[in-house]
């Protein structure tokens, strides 16, 4: 009897102590439930991009917004070169990816099952030369004065005349937006490129990965070899932080176009939009906020501008703090991450080039190829750059 009584008359806080610990692991796991279902909800968006100052809005995109994001598990996948990038988008193993808009068309000619659904900058390339070229020509100790003429065309004729070699210049791949701003720079002088060795031009372009350009010119300069090469940001500002040659011109001033030539594109597989727009249209959403903030912070500079400089630094460490600086100068502007809608017309012009060049093969359908649906409106999200 009396150990009934005890049982029926437990004291409140013996109660307390055992109900408390076992709803605190019915709420844990609810908890653990809840998380894990709600990360079971979103769509997996990987991206493959390569380590440029062209692609610094995604790497912005994927620290402030990612977190955040209500429909896209938003993954990034880093490339060493371009060559990889294609074959791991061939082979499906991503839904989004960062590519120069003359790749991206020949890939969209041999594949044709993607969409471009927008810009991830514009400009943002430049052609640096090592010191036996620099010594030739009178070049501004101000970049931003630095303007493509004739002045380098000019060297490249004697260059060739006392090798009797071409001048090699490196770019990240034949069939790059740097391939055709060189051809735009040189027929504008009566000078013609290669593609292929001893075909009677003035340059012929090389393939060189871009981290490596750097100390190729550097190379070629011990040699007392004239080189160059035509790559993207911030490479070329690393060529002049580091001491290892000048920048002649930059992209902005070869093509000149409003608003700023098209040069990476971003793709998006035709299995991606008819399964995960919603998620996709996240991601593209918080690129082009990434963009408004990049654009903002170069502005501001200071401690904005440190922030999107430790961002960049953690995802790649072989850009340096300078050059990322140097690269996002506001008074340059030579590389900038407004207007990221697709603008047909920019492509257009591109591609008129490409072919021009002999760059691309065949031009394609522009109107196919996009994907408007896709457009995002800053103004509409809360971002201060107006589209």
């Not at 031009?201 to 080189?227: C, E, S």
Request: charged residues 20%; neutral net charge; glycine residues 6%.
């Amino acid at each position: 009897m009396n150990a009934c009584l005890c049982r029926s008359y437990l004291s409140k806080s013996s109660l307390k102590c055992f109900l408390i610990p076992q709803l605190i692991r019915i709420g844990l796991c609810f908890c653990i439930v809840t998380t894990h279902a709600y990360g079971a909800n979103k769509e997996p968006i990987r991206a493959l991009y390569i380590p440029l100052a062209d692609h610094y809005a995604a790497l912005v995109a994927y620290e402030r917004y990612a977190p955040h994001m209500q429909h896209a598990d938003f993954q990034l996948s880093k490339m060493n070169s371009w060559d990889l990038l294609r074959a791991h988008f061939y082979e499906g193993r991503a839904d989004l990816a960062f590519v120069m808009s003359p790749l991206a068309m020949d890939m969209y000619r041999e594949m044709g099952d993607f969409r471009w659904v927008g810009l991830m900058h514009r400009d943002g390339n430049a052609l640096a030369v090592n010191e036996i070229i620099a010594g030739q020509l009178e070049l501004s100790p101000h970049r931003k004065d630095r303007t493509p003429n004739q002045d380098l065309a000019n060297v490249i004729k004697k260059v060739n005349s006392n090798q009797l070699l071409q001048l090699k210049v490196g770019v990240p791949h034949l069939l790059s937006t740097h391939s055709v701003v060189l051809h735009k720079y040189l027929n504008s002088y009566g000078l013609r490129m290669d593609k292929l060795p001893h075909g009677g031009g003035d340059v012929l372009i090389i393939t060189q990965a871009p981290p490596l350009a750097p100390k190729y010119i550097l190379g070629q300069a011990n040699r007392a070899t004239p080189a160059a090469f035509e790559q993207s940001l911030p490479w070329a500002d690393i060529v002049e932080t580091s001491g290892f040659g000048k920048i002649a011109w930059y992209s902005k001033d070869v093509i000149k176009w409003p608003n700023g030539h098209v040069e990476c594109i971003a793709i998006a597989t035709d299995r991606a939009i008819a399964s995960k727009e919603r998620a996709l249209r996240e991601v593209m959403t918080a690129i082009h906020k990434a963009g408004a903030d990049i654009e903002a912070a170069r502005e501001q500079g200071g401690e904005a501008l440190e922030d999107i400089v430790k961002i960049v630094r953690k995802h790649i460490p072989s850009h340096s703090r300078e050059a990322i600086v140097a690269s996002l100068d506001p008074e340059l502007k030579v590389i900038n991450y407004k207007h990221l809608n697709i603008d047909k017309a920019g492509l257009a012009h591109i591609m008129g080039l490409a072919v021009q060049a002999n760059i691309l093969s065949e031009p394609i359908d522009i109107d196919a190829f996009g994907d408007p649906n896709f457009h995002v409106d800053l103004t509409q999200q809360g971002c201060c750059i107006d589209e």
